[in-house]
């Protein structure tokens, strides 16, 4: 951790517009899964076409009802959505997939050796100009890159479930990711409506994740321990720190947190107890047969008497409101997220 920093990557989007889109016409979407469809309902409603490649026999049907329940999301967001799915269609051999797009955004299962299986084959059978992107949540581009011939064609373009939605995606370039390929990923996903962030070193679980594993070891601990049930740990994250880090993250807060002095005096003040007392003191649970059988049947009991698809539908409906009211819904017409 001694190494000197990267130059500061860009923080925010600038206003690339969609016209930054107008050498993407065609994406390979490759995984048609829970990301994958997410992915493609948004490229599709900003006029991208879009391939599937997805072994599982079923994927059609799958992808179409998947693309139909995130619709109302997506038309909420004011994108246009009267003819989403005109410019979708399905390849099953992978190489044909990817042998005419500008873009492939890999969503396969999290499996290193089978990544790499697959890259290799897009690697040999996309276009030399594509953007060459992965969805994973852990693994570096490095490992993935490894067996490529060229490595500096990949980066992580890691989104925050949904895509289509939520604004965040982690950029992560590998050991040897080219800059000019970082900064085209950076540009693609801004021109999407989306807020790319470039993480400076890359670090397994990336930054987002890393930061919702911490909170979530400690909520399994409290819930574990009967300190709190789940429903009720839910509500007191929405009635504080949710709220909080909607409009500032930690380190804002805790420098507001700081009086007229800000964060040096907060440290003073409360973190250094913080760090000795209760940083120590932190739950480290692990998911044996008693806590699984406790943390299912508390959901069963908090959220069992909705479809997961419904309860999606109302975070959706809510997420958008609160990302209207903080000015992060996507300009349909600008392509980056208007910010108040
Ligand atoms: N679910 C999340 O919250 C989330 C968030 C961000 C990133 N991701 C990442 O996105 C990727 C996909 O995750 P998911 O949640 O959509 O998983 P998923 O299981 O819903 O979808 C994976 C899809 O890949 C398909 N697949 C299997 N073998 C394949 C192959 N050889 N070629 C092409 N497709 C193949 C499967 O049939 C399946 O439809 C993972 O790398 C994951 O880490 C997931």
């Known amino acids: 951790m001694t190494s000197t920093p990267a130059p500061a990557p860009a923080a925010t989007p600038g206003r690339d517009g969609t016209a930054a889109l107008d050498s993407y016409r065609r994406a ?17 409603a900003r006029g991208i076409d879009v391939v599937i490649n997805d072994p599982r026999p079923d994927i059609e049907d799958l992808v179409r009802a998947g693309l139909d329940e995130i619709t109302p999301a997506l038309a909420a ?13 399905f390849e099953a051999d992978l190489a044909t997939a990817v042998a005419d797009v500008d873009i492939v955004q890999e969503n396969g299962p999290e499996r290193l050796e089978l990544k790499q299986q ?3 084959t897009i690697e040999r059978s996309a276009p030399a100009h594509a953007l060459l992107a992965t969805s994973t949540s852990s693994i570096p581009a490095t490992a993935i890159a490894e067996a490529l011939r060229h490595p500096e064609r990949l980066v992580v373009g890691h989104p925050f479930n949904p895509p289509h939605l939520v604004p965040l995606v982690e950029i992560v370039p590998g050991r040897q990711t080219s800059p000019a390929v970082v900064e085209r990923a950076r540009a693609f996903y801004a021109a999407l409506g989306k807020r790319p962030q470039v993480l400076r070193k890359e670090i397994p679980g990336f930054v987002a994740n890393r930061l919702q594993s ?3 070891r400690e909520a399994v601990s409290l819930v574990a321990q009967g300190v709190v049930t789940e429903q009720e740990l839910d509500d007191i ?9 909607a409009v ?12 007229p002095e800000g964060l040096p005096h907060f440290i003073e003040h409360l973190g250094r107890a ?60 600008s392509g980056s997220a208007e910010r108040a």
């Open 248 to 259: 500032g993250g930690p380190f804002r807060t805790f420098h507001l947190g700081g009086g």
């Open 77 to 89: 967001l004011g994108l246009p959505t009267d003819h989403l799915t005109d410019g979708l269609r």
């Open 237 to 245: 994250v929405t009635a504080s720190i949710g709220l909080r880090w």
């Open 214 to 216: 911490a909170l979530f």
């Open 118 to 120: 697959i890259w290799g």
């Open 274 to 333: 913080m760090a000795t007392d209760m940083w120590p003191a932190l739950g480290n649970p692990t998911f044996d047969d008693t806590t699984v059988a406790t943390l299912v049947s508390q959901a069963r009991e908090a959220f069992g008497d909705d479809t997961v698809a419904q309860l999606a539908a109302v975070r959706d409906r809510a997420q958008i409101a609160l990302m209207r009211a903080l000015g992060e819904t996507p300009d349909a017409n």
């Open 28 to 44: 390979a979407i490759i995984g048609g899964g829970v990301i994958g469809i997410s992915w493609a309902g948004l490229f599709l």
